[in-house]
């Protein structure tokens, strides 16, 4: 029993010593952290991808200095005259990350082309068919296509559904969002939209530029890893639309399109047709017909 209530008390006394130890020591110390001030650089106004910033943007606030990302920014002068990377909000603190020391080069989006993708550009037509001027680069939209052909259908293709505008162009070649603006210079309403597509995609407005009217209607608008996620979606249609074997020799089925015209054959259908044309030829003539 001794021994007993010998151990329950050196292990109070224990719980004292390391309640005293939070109490003095630890909580302190966490309190110092939460009241400790920091001076931080706060944006103003809203700063757009590429623009240059000005101490008018920005200002000197202080903060409480817990928690604090590492490459937050202190100084107003090693913010002012750099080049926003991102878009920058009212009340946003700036990193270091967001920063350029050199403008934003022009097209600078076509260098991300890999080879996979194309960048296409299509008319807007009309102030309603394009948003209303409210379209920016990074959109995700559904291209409606209007008085197609001689009956002036209205179409929404499955190849359309979700694709990404990765610039917006006025009619003097200067991209919005990107392009610094002068001051007093009044902004230009886009009039053509340029979109990142897969080579199937391209085709087809390519076509539609020609045979109708496109009409861009906005289904997303924010973060780029939820944009991925419709484009990923896009992409597994387009997969069953154009199953992968189908794709493996684009100049054969270019030249297989030809023979079947417009009407947008199957691949097997074509080779058939192509392999009876041969049984009819002679020799020399089949021989010449075989791709080079």
Same mark, same amino acid.
């Given at each position: 029993?001794?021994?007993?209530?010998?151990?329950?008390?050196?292990?109070?006394?224990?719980?004292?010593?390391?309640?005293?130890?939070?109490?003095?020591?630890?909580?302190?110390?966490?309190?110092?952290?939460?009241?400790?001030?920091?001076?931080?650089?706060?944006?103003?106004?809203?700063?757009?991808?590429?623009?240059?910033?000005?101490?008018?943007?920005?200002?000197?606030?202080?903060?409480?200095?817990?928690?604090?990302?590492?490459?937050?920014?202190?100084?107003?002068?090693?913010?002012?005259?750099?080049?926003?990377?991102?878009?920058?909000?009212?009340?946003?603190?700036?990193?270091?990350?967001?920063?350029?020391?050199?403008?934003?080069?022009?097209?600078?989006?076509?260098?991300?082309?890999?080879?996979?993708?194309?960048?296409?550009?299509?008319?807007?037509?009309?102030?309603?068919?394009?948003?209303?001027?409210?379209?920016?680069?990074?959109?995700?939209?559904?291209?409606?296509?209007?008085?197609?052909?001689?009956?002036?259908?209205?179409?929404?293709?499955?190849?359309?559904?979700?694709?990404?505008?990765?610039?917006?162009?006025?009619?003097?070649?200067?991209?919005?969002?990107?392009?610094?603006?002068?001051?007093?210079?009044?902004?230009?309403?886009?009039?053509?939209?340029?979109?990142?597509?897969?080579? %199937? $995609? +391209?085709?087809? #407005?390519? /076509? @539609?530029?020609?045979?109708?009217?496109?009409?861009?209607?906005?289904?997303?608008? !924010? &973060?780029?890893?939820?944009?991925?996620?419709?484009?990923? %979606? $896009? +992409?597994?249609? #387009?997969? /069953? @639309?154009?199953?992968?074997?189908?794709?493996?020799?684009?100049?054969?089925?270019? !030249? &297989?399109?030809?023979?079947?015209?417009?009407?947008?054959?199957?691949?097997?259908?074509?080779?058939?047709?192509?392999?009876?044309?041969?049984?009819?030829?002679?020799?020399?003539?089949?021989?010449?017909?075989?791709?080079?």
């Amino acid at each position: 029993m001794k021994k007993f209530l010998k151990n329950r008390i050196v292990l109070g006394l224990i719980c004292i010593m390391f309640s005293l130890l939070i109490c003095f020591g630890i909580t302190p110390m966490f309190n110092e952290a939460l009241k400790s001030k920091v001076t931080l650089v706060r944006v103003t106004s809203e700063i757009k991808v590429g623009d240059q910033i000005t101490d008018k943007m920005v200002t000197s606030v202080e903060a409480g200095g817990y928690n604090l990302p590492s490459n937050v920014i202190y100084k107003i002068e090693d913010v002012v005259g750099k080049y926003a990377n991102a878009d920058l909000y009212k009340g946003d603190y700036i990193l270091k990350s967001k920063l350029s020391d050199t403008p934003m080069l022009r097209n600078a989006y076509l260098n991300k082309l890999n080879g996979e993708n194309r960048a296409i550009s299509v008319s807007i037509k009309s102030f309603a068919s394009g948003l209303s001027g409210k379209l920016e680069a990074g959109d995700i939209v559904t291209l409606i296509a209007a008085d197609v052909g001689s009956q002036r259908e209205t179409l929404v293709y499955p190849e359309l559904q979700y694709v990404e505008i990765i610039a917006t162009t006025g009619s003097s070649g200067s991209d919005q969002n990107v392009q610094e603006r002068g001051d007093g210079e009044e902004e230009e309403l886009a009039s053509t939209i340029t979109i990142l597509a897969a080579p %199937e $995609q +391209a085709r087809l #407005l390519a /076509e @539609l530029e020609q045979t109708g009217k496109l009409h861009a209607a906005l289904v997303f608008r !924010g &973060e780029s890893s939820q944009a991925q996620k419709f484009l990923d %979606e $896009q +992409a597994l249609v #387009l997969e /069953e @639309l154009y199953p992968e074997e189908s794709e493996e020799d684009p100049v054969k089925r270019s !030249g &297989e399109a030809g023979i079947t015209g417009s009407d947008g054959g199957h691949p097997d259908t074509e080779m058939e047709v192509s392999g009876d044309t041969e049984m009819d030829m002679t020799g020399d003539a089949a021989t010449d017909n075989e791709p080079q």
